[in-house]
């Protein structure tokens, strides 16, 4: 189905445990972006074990608010999209900037009936040579399945004919998304598309917390972490950590 840009409705799903000092930012710039395209769209914030004024923050920036207890990024984006209703869904972290052109470039990619959505180009907010070689650790993994992964946009009737992500990962849910909604695009003539001249740019707060060279001193955490079943490790790097002060 082709979408008009006068019909469509567009939801954006973000997972956000304890990011009330990020959400005014993300959010700013998403209205931004979607203003410049001629859009309003419908944000949800799926709230996960927050301990902050995350939910607060979230109603009084106007955005649907959703609840998810659960160690799981999938899981958490699933209830996002469960709960929201536009015809396009994109999904990103509270952490991350939008570019401005971010909604006319899916606007203008999903007006072909040959694209079935796809990701976008990630780039940190700051650099350094242990965050560079990190990149360059997990670089051949993109390349070899020719996704990027760090916002995805998708209309709800593919991503619902996918299955959404995959609860059964407890990370790089997000890999798994792209090569699934890569392969079913194939198998329906269409595309998966990666942008690049829209992009993300997104905190460097991990590395913040453990350092830049973490992962190239942690390889077994870091393969355990790309296979995606490792919970101990997931809970460590994403859903037990707390942002140093």
Same mark, same amino acid.
């Given at each position: 189905?082709?979408?008009?840009?006068?019909?469509? %409705?567009?939801?954006?799903?973000?997972?956000?445990?304890?990011?009330?000092?990020?959400?005014?930012?993300?959010?700013?710039?998403? &209205?931004?972006?979607?203003?410049?395209?001629?859009?309003?769209?419908?944000?949800?914030?799926?709230?996960?074990?927050?301990?902050?004024?995350?939910?607060?923050?979230?109603?009084?920036?106007?955005?649907?608010?959703?609840?998810?207890?659960?160690?799981?990024?999938?899981?958490? %984006?699933?209830?996002?999209?469960?709960?929201?209703?536009?015809?396009?869904?994109?999904?990103?972290?509270?952490?991350?900037?939008?570019?401005?052109?971010?909604?006319?470039?899916?606007?203008?990619?999903?007006?072909?009936?040959?694209?079935?959505?796809?990701?976008?180009?990630?780039?940190?907010?700051?650099?350094?040579?242990?965050?560079?070689?990190?990149?360059?650790?997990?670089?051949?993994?993109?390349?070899?399945?020719?996704?990027?992964?760090?916002?995805?946009?998708? &209309?709800?009737?593919?991503?619902?004919?996918?299955?959404?992500?995959?609860?059964?990962?407890?990370?790089?849910?997000?890999?798994?998304?792209?090569?699934?909604?890569?392969?079913?695009?194939?198998?329906?003539?269409?595309?998966?598309?990666?942008?690049?001249?829209?992009?993300?740019?997104?905190?460097?707060?991990?590395?913040?917390?453990?350092?830049?060279?973490?992962?190239?001193?942690?390889?077994?955490?870091?393969?355990?972490?790309? &296979?995606?079943?490792?919970?101990?490790?997931?809970?460590?790097?994403?859903?037990?950590?707390?942002?140093?002060?």
């Amino acid at each position: 189905m082709v979408l008009q840009q006068s019909e469509l %409705r567009c939801s954006v799903i973000i997972p956000a445990r304890n990011e009330g000092k990020n959400l005014p930012s993300c959010i700013k710039v998403l &209205r931004e972006s979607a203003s410049l395209a001629g859009i309003c769209p419908e944000i949800v914030v799926v709230v996960n074990r927050c301990s902050d004024n995350t939910e607060q923050v979230a109603r009084d920036l106007g955005c649907v608010v959703v609840h998810a207890e659960e160690k799981n990024l999938a899981a958490i %984006r699933n209830r996002g999209v469960q709960a929201s209703t536009g015809e396009i869904v994109v999904t990103v972290d509270a952490d991350s900037r939008v570019s401005l052109n971010m909604f006319k470039v899916i606007l203008e990619k999903l007006e072909s009936p040959h694209c079935v959505g796809g990701g976008v180009l990630i780039l940190p907010d700051r650099w350094s040579l242990g965050i560079l070689c990190t990149g360059l650790l997990i670089l051949p993994l993109a390349i070899w399945y020719q996704i990027s992964c760090g916002l995805f946009f998708v &209309r709800r009737e593919d991503f619902n004919a996918i299955g959404g992500f995959n609860e059964q990962m407890s990370s790089v849910e997000d890999v798994d998304f792209a090569r699934r909604l890569k392969a079913y695009g194939r198998r329906s003539g269409r595309r998966y598309v990666n942008l690049f001249r829209a992009y993300i740019v997104t905190s460097a707060r991990k590395f913040d917390h453990f350092g830049d060279w973490y992962f190239i001193r942690h390889p077994l955490m870091l393969f355990e972490l790309l &296979r995606g079943k490792n919970q101990r490790y997931s809970d460590l790097i994403w859903y037990d950590w707390k942002e140093k002060e």
